[in-house]
């Protein structure tokens, strides 16, 4: 028997999920038998933030009826991953150490939880590169398989502007404040 894809999709907040979600909400992957949201973001400071943007997520994910999971909130634990990095651009080594961390950390979440393969909406905003995020999972995904999907822009437009989201203006750690 034919094994299916059992993904996690790791989101860092809702306004860049909601079309990825929708998508897989909808079964526009059919290959994709059943996948989960998962929060896992300790770059997001500060925790007011983090909280803001979780609380966020889980509403929309409630509204469709999608399984998600949540990560800890370790902020010490992801600046040792970024030490020395505070100075670099967004797009630079700091935000691949970054991608890394969270990587890691599905990886080894989705093993533990029955799931096979891992996306994420890491690369979907225009501040970001997707050929680095994917590079990244490549390079820290190595027990499981990384799906570089790319997800609906024109949906993912769409629903933000149909709905009120929780919007932040910048990416999530101190060091990217006034930065995007
Ligand atoms: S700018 Fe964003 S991706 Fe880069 S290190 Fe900060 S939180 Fe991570």
Redesign the pocket.
């Known amino acids: 028997m034919k094994i299916g894809i059992r993904l996690v999709l790791m989101s860092c907040c809702t306004p860049c999920s909601a079309g990825a979600i929708k998508q897989l909400h909808d079964g526009e992957f059919p290959e994709v038998d059943d996948f989960v949201v998962l929060f896992y973001n300790p770059?997001?400071f500060p925790e007011t933030e983090y909280q803001k943007r979780l609380a966020e997520q889980i509403k929309y994910c409630e509204s469709l009826g999608t399984k998600y999971a949540v990560g800890d909130y370790n902020h010490k634990e992801w600046l040792a991953a970024?030490n020395g990095?505070g100075n670099e651009p967004?797009?630079g080594a700091?935000?691949s150490?970054?991608?890394k961390h969270r990587f890691k950390f599905a990886q080894n979440w989705a093993i533990q939880n029955g799931y096979n393969t891992i996306a994420s909406v890491?690369g979907v905003s225009k501040h970001?590169d997707q050929n680095q995020v994917d590079a990244c999972a490549i390079s820290e995904i190595q027990k499981l398989t990384y799906l570089p999907a790319k997800w609906d822009n024109s949906l993912k437009q769409k629903i933000n502007q149909e709905s009120n989201f929780y919007r932040q203006n910048?990416?999530?750690?101190e060091?990217?404040f006034r930065?995007?």
């Open positions: 770059n997001i970024v990095l967004e797009r700091r935000c150490e970054c991608f890491f970001k910048y990416c999530g750690c060091f990217s930065k995007v």
